[in-house]
């Protein structure tokens, strides 16, 4: 119920009988009208008065309700086709575009932040004072605080930056540079800081990229250049020695020339195992994308690496000792790259384990996705800080022993790639004194996967 207020009704009574009652007034001076009448008369126009002025106040207290309905967010009542009505109407209309315009608004607010937060990059936006008003979720990781709503300096301690954005403030410059952020942050990014608008006083954006990887990569590239530029030069000087002294002081020395000659022949292999092993790992990681999916039956490649490997082991008096389960285990895979992996591992164990001393290769199943493949020596085992490490190319724990024994240092990075390629996973553990394992886990061909544990034989 409207509530309609007293005064403003007696008011209104008034205002609409004045022009009648002043002549009604005038009649009665002039002595047209006797004062019964009159007075008859003013009753009526006061009645009637009463009645305009009382629908008048009532449309006007509703409109008043209405408008302070739709201020609090209330809907349309729809009522009274008076022209207060229809002004009330007008007034729901209006309030209903603005409410549509509020959601619209906050719609479009919503899918602004959802994109700034799903951005890589670290965006902050700034006022005019250099308070943050806006931090991407990329920004707030970084620098591992809760940037919105605090000065930006408090929060981002890089004088670089602070300047820019203080001359991006101050006098509307843009500034593209690449900074290193200090501890805890400890990454490279390239940094643009933008006047946002075209008064300098709208505020300002940094906005940050992970240059990080880029510079790594590019590191790593340089490292990898150098290595293997190493690598190839020393058994190349060798080489270029030994044909010096065979045209030379041991020309006609046909014993000294035999020892050359198989040194030489020693070297160029070398470089050729080098070069192959380049080579395969180029070709991996060029297919590193596209998983295999031919069925390898795991026996099969770890019977036939055996073969590969006895007249090495023999030569070392270790024995490959191969424990597989009756049944098929199968994986999807690259038979070659298998082969290679598990060549390379046993190779290592051969290599790597004490003389004398079996190298243990076991097949089993640790759940109903996977299988797994671990190979055991019994040599020196490897320092536990260089295990994270061991994968990387050229690194070696002992580079002096690993060239002795004709390795390249890039067996292990083969090793990573492929798995990797297959899905699946290297685990390597290490006891000082004791010897090494080696863990390559690989998902279960699909079709095999309901097959019951495998059974295990000697
Ligand atoms: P390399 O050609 O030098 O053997 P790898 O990439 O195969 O290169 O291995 C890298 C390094 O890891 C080796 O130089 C060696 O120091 C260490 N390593 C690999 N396998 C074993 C193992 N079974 N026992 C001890 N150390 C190993």
């Known amino acids: 119920m409207p509530y309609r207020r007293p005064d403003r009704l007696l008011l209104a009574v008034f205002t609409v009988a004045a022009p009648g009652i002043l002549v009604l ?69 209006l309030g209903r575009q603005w409410q549509d315009e509020r959601e619209n608004l906050a719609a479009e607010r919503a899918t602004a932040d959802y994109i700034l937060d799903a951005l890589p990059d ?4 700034v006022d005019k004072s250099g308070m943050v008003v806006r931090a991407n979720n990329a920004a707030e990781e970084i620098f591992e605080t809760e940037l919105t709503g605090r000065d930006l300096a408090a929060g981002l301690r ?4 602070l300047r820019a954005v203080d001359s991006a403030l101050n006098d509307g410059n843009s500034l593209a540079e690449e900074i290193a952020m200090p501890p805890p942050t400890n990454r490279n990014y390239s940094a643009l800081v933008e006047p946002l608008g075209e ?30 530029s190493h690598e190839l030069r020393t058994p190349l000087s060798s080489l270029l020695g030994f044909v010096e002294t065979l045209r030379g002081p041991a020309r006609d020395d046909t014993e000294a020339r035999d020892k050359f000659l198989a040194i030489m022949h020693e070297q160029a292999g070398r470089m050729t195992r080098l070069i192959e092993d380049l080579l395969s790992l180029s070709r991996i990681e060029m297919d590193e994308h596209r998983r295999p999916d031919t069925p390898v039956d795991l026996r099969q490649v770890l019977a036939k690496v055996k073969d590969m490997l006895s007249m090495k082991a023999r030569g070392r008096n270790m024995p490959i000792q191969i424990t597989v389960p009756d049944t098929p285990a199968t994986v999807p895979g690259d038979e070659d790259q298998l082969t290679q992996v598990f060549q390379n591992l046993i190779d290592n164990a051969i290599k790597y384990g004490g003389e004398n001393t079996p190298v243990e290769i076991v097949l089993g199943q640790p759940d109903a996705a996977q299988l797994s493949v671990t190979v055991t020596d019994h040599g020196a085992g490897i320092p536990r800080e260089h295990l994270p490490r ?22 292990l990075a083969i090793v990573k790639h492929i798995i990797a390629r297959h899905r699946g996973q290297l685990d390597i553990t290490s006891a000082e004194g004791e010897g090494s394992s080696f863990t390559v886990t690989l998902p279960i061909f699909a079709d095999a996967s309901e097959e019951p544990p495998a059974e295990m034989t000697g």
Do not use: K
Request: charged share 15%; glycine share 10%.
């Open 199 to 228: 008064s300098a006083d709208s505020g300002a954006l940094i906005l940050l990229h992970d240059l990080t990887p880029v510079r790594l990569g590019e590191r790593m590239r340089a490292d990898f250049v150098a290595n293997v």
């Open 390 to 411: 061991l994968t990387e190319r050229f690194y070696r724990v002992d580079a002096a022993r690993s060239r002795l024994l004709g390795g390249t240092g890039l067996g």
């Open 25 to 93: 007034a005038g009649l009665l001076i002039a002595g047209i009208l006797s004062p019964g009448i009159t007075l008859a008369a003013a009753a009526i126009l006061f009645a009637l008065a009463g009645v305009i002025a009382w629908r008048h106040v009532t449309d006007l207290a509703r409109l008043r309700l209405r408008v302070d309905q739709l201020a609090a967010g209330g809907n349309d009542p729809g009522y009274a086709a008076t022209t207060v009505g229809d002004l009330s109407l007008a007034i729901a209309r």
């Open 158 to 161: 890089h004088p670089v930056l």
């Open 122 to 125: 670290p965006l902050i936006v």
